[in-house]
């Protein structure tokens, strides 16, 4: 009978592991899941601002492309002078 409990004792033990287990894998997979959302969105971001850098970059290169021509423009007014 001592082992009759015993078996049952362990069987009811391991029962309530695998449940704590499960539990915890749920929760777990539930975390890694709104991790990747998150992710997903700042990626997301991230994808946005390098375009915006891109913009910005470009927008400047034309602006000291048109520096340089007025200043080589000025300098050859002056030196023609």
């Known amino acids: 009978m001592a082992y009759g409990i015993k078996s049952l004792a ?34 997301s971001r991230l994808d946005q601002f390098q375009i915006r850098l891109e913009q910005l970059q470009t927008s400047n290169n034309a602006r000291f492309d048109q520096i340089f021509t007025l200043l080589t423009q000025l300098i050859q007014q002056r030196n023609g002078k």
């Open 10 to 43: 362990r069987k009811v033990t391991l029962e309530l592991i695998y449940e704590a287990v499960d539990e915890r894998t749920k929760d777990i997979k539930e975390d890694i899941a709104e991790l990747k959302a998150d992710v997903r969105s700042i990626n």
